[in-house]
């Protein structure tokens, strides 16, 4: 398979992982594992892919905002990390996190459901299915 093929495939999965769930989670301080949004800019192989990424975060700010606990700033962050996908050749699944000024709660941004963290978060999450769902806690 040639470069722009796999291009091409990548900017087709680009478009299909699209985030369904919002996990609201107490602060943290810990981001191994993950890469800030700027290095993963770079790695762009052209502006179109570029473009693709940063609408990836706009859609994940977006989906913030249906948190009442959003306040529209970022204080550490936004990273990027990835999780293999059972039906991609290879591509994974883009998480976003990032933290708030105020308070310091920290939003993870997932296109699958993390069963986990619904039952560990601090506040609570979104899913696109049920809406928003307060934490147990």
Not at 9 to 30: G, H, I, N, Q
Request: with cysteine; charged share 25%; hydrophobic share 30%.
């Amino acid at each position: 398979m040639g470069n722009s093929q796999k291009k091409e495939r990548r900017s087709k999965k680009m478009k299909e992982s699209y985030f369904k769930y919002l996990y609201v989670c107490a602060p943290t301080d810990w981001f191994e594992g993950f890469q800030s949004i700027a290095s993963w800019l770079y790695e762009s192989d052209s502006e179109r892919e570029a473009t693709e990424k940063l609408c990836l975060f706009a859609e994940a700010c977006h989906l913030a905002s249906k948190s009442s606990y959003w306040e529209g700033d970022i204080n550490f962050g936004p990273f990027i990390s990835g999780l293999p996908d059972p039906k991609s050749d290879g591509h994974p699944l883009i998480f976003i996190t990032f933290k708030q000024s105020n308070n310091g709660t920290t939003f993870l941004v997932s296109p699958i459901k993390i069963e986990y963290l619904e039952k560990t978060v601090q506040y609570g999450y979104y899913s696109k299915e049920e809406g928003w769902i307060e934490s147990e806690k």
